[in-house]
């Protein structure tokens, strides 16, 4: 099944101890779309500016995305710099300029009418609910969001959760929508405000699954946890949240039925994306995986994870 | 086989935002052995006061634990006060009072002489050197430390380290005493220091298991993580490490053979002790768990993180 995502193209400017890239092909949308591609067909909605040329178009390209739904506007693409040099589990912002994605209205080509599967990645809860609405044929909706949004926009952003399936943030970011320190509090919570899921982003330590009914549990749908992998060197982890959404959903949209078994084996996969991303600078790893490589880490986080 | 744990029995007074307990049973080596009692018999070697009366006597007893090695001396035992107000992850020491434990010269009753399984819980390494060497039948030793001992006790640590099977400590640990804040280079420089194993514990996203030798890995030991239990309420903190410690070494001292399968499975034992010890004040609920309960909650860590 066609996965459509809408969210940020951008460049980034990276400073980690491994070193540093200058604009580098960044952004929500490029990182969920290139992890996802590995499991199913991808659909972008975005918006870029005169610096989007052929070598990024050409990125996409590779991996069979969809990239009819970027939009060309005048002037620069969303841009960001930011470092590491601290704590790779913090990045420290010292430029955002938003340029021609402070203007974004997205628009979905007529092609991607059919998509079954929507992520709404990191932007205004105001367009990410305007997407949701204008693609009412999706029946699997996930979604992302940020301190941001969560702090100063939050009426918006909760009529986006209302009409959310799953949504999958990192662990400060739960406790702060729920306004609760306890995780399983805040995850309770958060589920009582639309979503059915939610995955919890642990960074270093991998992600938790909740579910929002407790009729479910009966049926099987149990909490989850999937790990991170202990890696030699953590390159550069920007995008490894969103990588981790890719191959979450990606490995979802490519099932046949939506089992419970699905749903951890989803989690093992983001997993294993967000492993990968960290591993060199931007999306370079990303770009030139193979469905084998894939599939020999998945078997590394289950013997980490199994006792037999 | 019995276990003779080496380390502090000591009173706790306790604040966390659940409420405030004065003058609990604490210690790293009570934790310890009421959470392996559950698994094996434990012999103590610690030192009290004249404050330790028949009510915390009755704790040990009750568990079956061997208190022969625990010595009367004048005085008061080892006090520690601390809160866990703002962050359930790090205590805030309000008052240690070492008291007879400033001059603990560990005595080992003839009785405790054929005990195969030795774990040296946090306490100054010149002291748990001492008795490992007093101690030379003991065919597996583990122990545990701190930031204190690491900072300022380095070169007496290191000779404990050399004569240790497994060393169990948290992430904070493991970085300041590999002096590298990679999790994976720092257990690998960990593991040329003396360990065979290294236990990291991650507070409340469990903990992982790494082999020394790369040689090891072909025979199947192979690096493991263990989740901790999402719990509604974490109400004390205090001694969920060394509870984590006690199920984790009570449960391979259980055990006729200790195969990789038995070590994996230690580490579920020690996050299901871990994740009962904090839902009460102080040892409160080690004091009253059943076998039952025990193997009911590893079949929770189970369904957790296994795919089928």
Redesign the interface.
Known sequence: MAITVVGSVAFDSIETPAGRRERCLGGAATYFSLAASYFTDVRVIAVVGEDFGADEEAVFQARGIDTRGIERAAGKSFFWEGSYLDN?NEAKTHATELNVFGSFAPKIPEAYGDSQFLFLANIDPVLQRRVREAMPQARLVAGDTMNYWIKDHRAALLEVLKGLDILLINDTEARMLAGN?????A?HAVLTMGPRMLVVK?G???A?L?HGSAANVKSGE????A?AL?????VDPTGAGDSFAGGFFGYLASQAELTP?AF??AM?YGSVMGSFAVQRFGTERLQQLSRDEIDHRFTLF???????
Chains 1, 2 share one sequence.
């Open positions: 790779l320190n306890n995780l399983l509090q995850a642990h270093e330590y991998g938790t909740f149990r909490t989850f946890r790990p202990p890696l030699e060197e953590v078994g951890r084996r093992f289950r013997e980490l994870t199994h006792l037999d």
